[in-house]
């Protein structure tokens, strides 16, 4: 049946000209209407490049054109105008102060809506999966006040400054890392204000040779401040993964980081539940935090389950040691867990 979250999956299908984003999660397309076979969708661009526009239009014409049950279509995309004199860029970027990190194919956050949820746990074994699958990734540790990517990824050392005066990244695990656990000595604490905070995102990001990476994965702070925003103000994100556990207290403040992203044009990738459950000895399931408040939240947002982890002694201990649990043992039953969600995660970003 043609309806208009049909309309809108087909559009996802379209890229925003030179980026890797669609043009439903940028936010251009702000009307959809659907009668008796006939189809009707409004976009609004902020560039006023109008080969963007035609390019746009083409392929979500072709796109539309291809859906069954579609008889009449009509697209129109507007622009705005651009100044007397004004020269129109090849290719406008919607976001004008957002830029891509050079050599980075992807970048994605990692986010809760508060703290205790086994995020940076999350974070480190997922990127430990994802090289296990093939990828090159990096990690940025994006929690200022609390870097906690030093110790669960077992590196201490001090980035070394490249002949082009950029911070070189250390590598532990095949994973690139970056933090301001580096450059800070032992418990020394960083009491900055907010521009501090975002300057330091910002060079964190363009800074650092980063290499060739098929992934940069972002460990954000808990909740919604300088950090979240400064990072999606300053790069395009492809997209972002909510971890939240099981319990109403933890899926509720998850909405409102969901709802940030949404808000900033960050298409959501999935959820992840952490701390799902936990097995004693003779087999029997124990849900401490209760079970499935990540699996229905997902399903109520209608965006991806990417997986659940149960609670194994192995993970914890693997973070304190410094080895991710999928590193110093990829064949265990907690790893697999984190495995499995890597997967899901480059299907869903394929």
């Known amino acids: 049946m043609l309806t208009q979250d049909a309309i809108l999956a087909a559009l996802k299908t379209v890229k925003y000209p030179g980026f890797s984003r669609d043009i439903v999660s940028f936010g251009l397309v702000r009307d959809v209407a659907v009668n ?21 239009k083409t392929e979500a014409e072709r796109i539309l054109r291809a859906l069954p049950g579609v008889e009449r279509l009509h697209v129109d995309v507007r622009q705005p105008a651009a100044a007397p004199g004004q020269a129109v860029p090849a290719a406008a970027n919607p976001w ?13 956050a990692v986010a809760s809506g508060k703290g205790g949820v086994g995020k940076s746990t999350v974070s480190v074994n997922l990127a430990c999966g994802l090289v296990r699958l093939g990828a090159q990734v990096g990690l940025l540790d994006c929690d200022i006040y609390g870097p906690s990517i030093p110790l669960m990824m077992g590196c201490h050392q001090r980035p070394t400054v490249s002949d082009q005066e950029k911070l070189v990244p250390p590598v532990n695990h095949g994973v690139k890392l970056m933090s301001i656990g580096f450059l800070v000595d032992g418990d020394q604490p960083v009491i900055w204000r907010g521009p501090m905070i975002t300057k330091t995102i910002q060079q964190f990001l363009f800074a650092v040779e980063w290499g060739e990476l098929d992934y940069l994965l972002v460990d954000l702070p808990p909740g919604t401040g300088d950090a979240q925003l400064s990072l999606c103000q300053t790069v395009p994100l492809d997209g972002g993964v909510v971890v939240t556990t099981p319990q109403e207290a933890s899926v509720g403040v998850v909405r409102k980081g969901m709802a940030m992203f949404e808000k900033v044009n960050v298409p959501i990738l999935g959820i992840i539940e952490n701390m799902s459950y936990f097995t004693i000895p003779d087999g029997t399931r124990i849900e401490i935090f209760g079970h499935g408040g990540g699996r229905s939240e997902a399903a109520r947002k209608g965006v991806a389950f990417l997986g659940e982890i149960p609670i194994f002694t192995e993970i914890r201990e693997g973070g304190d040691r410094g080895e991710p649990i999928v590193a110093g043992r990829p064949g265990s039953p ?13 299907r869903a970003l394929a």
């Open 36 to 56: 008796a076979g006939a189809v009707s969708v409004t976009m609004q661009l902020t560039s006023p490049n109008p080969e963007v526009a035609a390019a746009i």
């Open 96 to 108: 004008a102060n957002q830029n891509r990190v050079p050599g980075v194919k992807r970048v994605i």
């Open 334 to 346: 907690p790893a697999q867990a984190f495995l499995t969600i890597a997967e899901n995660l480059r």
